[in-house]
């Protein structure tokens, strides 16, 4: 079952490895383990609802305490501090488990005439306030779309499969698996979220410099607003004006709810490989990354760390077998301890896999870099179990919050640079210090994203953790768009980052998705929590 209070799985447990915590004492200091409430403690907490369910047009609504508490929240840091502190604030007032479109349609039919507002759950994955209740005067119901999951339709000519937007991201894969093809989205939350979800948030999976974004893999699908529906043709190409599927993607659940969507696939390919590097320090690691995606080499991803995340993941690394002697070999071929880890993924016919490797080991070399045995295949096999040490971490003691950007390769160094020390040094008023680190995840040819983890120890009241956490984010975001880079590369606005997205946007560009959502949702029945910084009365 998923964990009420935490990322993933509740069977599934991480632990921090010896050297891991040994590093973290030293860098932000020993700590103290957190008392969390209990279920029970919160559902008991969770006030009488205010939508009464009957036999007409409430039918199937859910109004039970617990399952309005697991759609209450999703994954970010202040999640994390409501759930497990017991100060939930709003929940929903019921939850709706609608089955399609036509469900969907009704529902919004009965929200308009009561009153309502709806709030659409994929996997409850948003780890920037999407899926939040905001506290208001009218009743809030989560549309939860698990019910729509599924393959609709595999058009093996085309290449074009349809899903049902609660289709969480194995089951995708695994459908289209046993047929020969893939998708290859792979956010690192990828266990828990939703293909409606991707399209939603604009997601950008691990290895889209082969496979493609999100907004490059939607290809169509059903949106089923207050005004009506929105059928998307998934055509391959289109001149006929703007293209109104760009409209949906990023819209956050502010213009309706997504039921269907038609994505482009592949055939699976005949060979994937994950290969890792060390160079020798973060500037020829950023050149290298630079040469990476300016080569037009057929990639499906890279991904360098910088120093700190370099260490970091090494000490995480713990002392598995080979682990030290990996450590000893690097530094006997000269990377110490200013080492940049560099993972470069391949996907495809082994023929062209073998002469980009030989053309990515040139490309290394050039940089002084070497190869890292083993490293790249033990990356592939947990990348997805990385969320896990979240839950860990909190455990004993620490938060671990991340946020992304992505700006051009001119702007790139000193953005990297000052990130980092706002982030270190943003608690030391506090006497606290932060472990701050970062990578680039998606280089691209005119520039990068960058990827930045931060950890700082738990304080014992709930609300210093959000102060803390409002400090270091404040700080970041102004940081980010001081330099014009965008709020967010791959995790979407929320709640979180919209404060920052007139900067990006500028007066004219808000006013447009301002126009947008009054059109498509003039009564404000959807959810008014995201996107733009209006808020339910």
């Known amino acids: 079952m998923r964990r009420w209070n935490g990322w993933g799985d509740d ?11 040994t590093l973290l004492r030293e860098l932000v200091g020993p700590s103290t383990r957190p008392v969390d409430a209990s279920l029970h403690e919160v559902v008991a ?85 999407g899926v939040n209740v905001v506290a208001s005067d009218r009743p809030t119901v989560t549309v939860d779309l698990s019910a729509t999951a599924g393959l609709r339709l595999l058009d093996e000519t085309s290449g074009l499969a349809t899903f049902g937007a609660g289709t969480y991201g194995p089951a995708v894969e695994a459908a289209l698996e046993s047929r020969g093809r893939r998708l290859g989205h792979y956010p690192q939350s990828f266990e828990g979220s939703t293909i409606g979800g991707w399209v939603a948030a604009r997601s950008v999976g691990q290895q889209a410099h082969g496979y493609g974004r999100i907004d490059e893999l939607f290809a169509g699908g059903h949106l089923e607003t207050p005004r009506g529906p929105l059928d998307l043709p998934p055509h391959p190409a289109s001149a006929a004006g703007p293209d109104v599927r760009q409209v949906v993607l990023g819209s956050e659940g502010r213009l309706g709810v997504l039921t269907q969507v038609t994505v482009r696939t592949s055939l699976t390919p005949r060979l994937e490989r994950f290969s890792a590097y060390v160079v020798p320090d973060w500037g020829l690691a950023l050149e290298l990354a630079r040469r990476l995606g300016q080569s037009g080499l057929p990639l499906s991803m890279a991904r360098v760390s910088t120093p700190l995340e370099t260490a970091t993941t090494f000490a995480l690394a713990g002392d598995r077998r080979g682990s030290g002697l990996l450590r000893r070999y690097l530094g006997w071929r000269g990377q110490g301890a200013e080492r940049c880890l560099v993972i470069v993924g391949l996907a495809g016919h082994p023929d062209v896999v073998g002469v980009t490797v030989r053309a990515v080991d040139d490309l290394v070399r050039g940089s002084h870099g070497v190869a890292a045995p083993g490293v790249g295949p033990a990356w592939s096999r947990s990348r997805f179990s990385a969320p896990y040490l979240r839950n860990a971490l909190w455990d004993e003691g620490y938060a671990v919050d991340t946020l992304e950007t992505a700006t051009d390769w001119t702007t790139l160094p000193a953005l990297a640079t000052e990130l980092a020390q706002v982030l270190r040094h943003g608690l030391e008023p506090a006497g606290e210090q932060v472990h701050a680190f970062s990578h680039l995840s998606h280089p691209y040819a005119t520039g990068s994203s960058l990827y930045t983890s931060y950890v700082f120890r738990l304080p014992g ?31 979407g606005v929320g709640t979180d980052h919209a404060p920052y997205l007139g900067a990006e946007k500028g007066p004219l560009g808000m006013r447009a998705i301002e126009a947008l959502v009054h059109e498509f949702d003039p009564d404000g029945v959807m959810h008014r929590g995201v996107l733009l910084e209006d808020r339910p009365g």
């Open 11 to 21: 069977s599934v447990e991480e632990h921090v490895p010896h050297r891991a915590m």
């Open 45 to 129: 907490a969770v006030p009488e609802s205010r939508v009464t369910p009957d036999g007409g047009a409430g039918r199937g609504l859910i109004v039970d305490a617990l399952d309005r508490v697991r759609h209450a929240r999703g994954q970010s840091l202040p999640d994390w501090v409501a759930l497990r502190s017991g100060r939930l604030g709003a929940t929903p007032d019921a939850v709706a488990r609608p089955a399609d479109s036509a469900a969907v349609a009704a529902l919004m039919a009965t929200a308009a005439a009561r009153g309502w507002t709806l709030v659409p759950y994929g996997g409850g994955s948003s780890v920037v306030g």
């Open 461 to 491: 009241d709930p609300a210093e953790i959000l102060e803390r956490w409002r400090t270091l984010k404040s700080a970041a975001s102004e940081v980010i768009v001081r330099h014009g880079a965008t709020i967010s590369h791959q995790h």
